[in-house]
Antibody, heavy 121, light 108 residues
Framework: EVQLVESGGGLAQPGRSLRLSCAGS????????MHWVRQAPGKGLEWVSG????????GYADSVKGRFTISRDNAKSSLFLQMNSLRTDDTALYYC??????????????WGQGTMVTVSS | EIVLTQSPGTLSLSPGERVTFSCRAS???????LAWYQQKPGQAPKLLIY???SRATGIPDRFSGSGSGTDFTLTISRLEPEDFAVYYC?????????FGGGTKVEIK
């Protein structure tokens, strides 16, 4: 089955860190760029970060630049998001999404179900 | 950053009606790198249209997209009960990628 499964979400205090993971299966993970997209409760979609198939091309939203780091391990078909210096406005459901292309960027044709991150003291 | 404005915010319609969604960009989107997604409550978004007018795999032909430059539209020719959802446009022509605020289609 073609799918993406996120994990690693939870409750964190402001200023702390969390590391999200996304496991891909059913497709050639290393052929595609990958992304993280988040959705705050009751709000719209916000692109967080994207990474090319070979990790050579990486982009971030201004709201997370310098605090979040995207990475991937193609041997393990996995995508990661290291989130440091968390803020209350980082509270959201974080989706992993597959790009239609190997290089940034194209539309996102496969999404996971998301992992919830709550930042609160 | 390219800002995408979707209008209206909410539409109240009946099954069988035709609906058109608008997505306006603050600057030209290169190569019509514009996508449309559908999101139902409690579910992840689903790709409907990419490249402004190409239907994604498995998307019924009642969904169609058009436009270029700064003005894009998504049309559903005849609303089915399963089409009541929130629709987002997204530009992927330049980083940072951005989404519109969404249009909710609710049952009248």
């Amino acid at each position: 089955e073609v799918q993406l499964v996120e994990s690693g979400g939870g409750l964190a205090q402001p200023g702390r860190s969390l590391r999200l993971s996304c496991a891909g299966s059913g497709f050639s993970f290393d052929d595609y760029a990958m992304h993280w997209v988040r959705q705050a409760p009751g709000k719209g979609l916000e692109w967080v970060s994207g990474i090319s198939w070979d990790s050579d091309n990486i982009g971030y939203a201004d709201s997370v630049k310098g605090r979040f780091t995207i990475s991937r391990d193609n041997a393990k078909s996995s995508l990661f998001l290291q989130m440091n210096s968390l803020r209350t406005d980082d509270t959201a459901l974080y989706y992993c999404a597959k790009d239609r292309s190997s290089e940034p960027y194209d539309a996102f044709d496969l999404w996971g179900q998301g992992t919830m991150v709550t930042v609160s003291s | 950053e390219i800002v995408l404005t979707q209008s209206p915010g909410t539409l109240s319609l009946s099954p069988g009606e035709r609906v058109t969604f608008s997505c306006r960009a603050s600057q030209t989107i290169i190569s019509s790198y514009l996508a449309w997604y559908q999101q139902k409550p409690g579910q992840a978004p689903k790709l409907l249209i990419y490249g402004a007018s190409s239907r994604a795999t498995g998307i019924p032909d009642r969904f169609s997209g058009s436009g270029s430059g700064t003005d894009f539209t998504l049309t559903i020719s005849r609303l089915e009960p399963e089409d009541f959802a929130v629709y987002y446009c997204q530009q992927y022509g330049s980083s940072p990628l951005t989404f519109g605020g969404g249009t909710k289609v609710e049952i009248k």
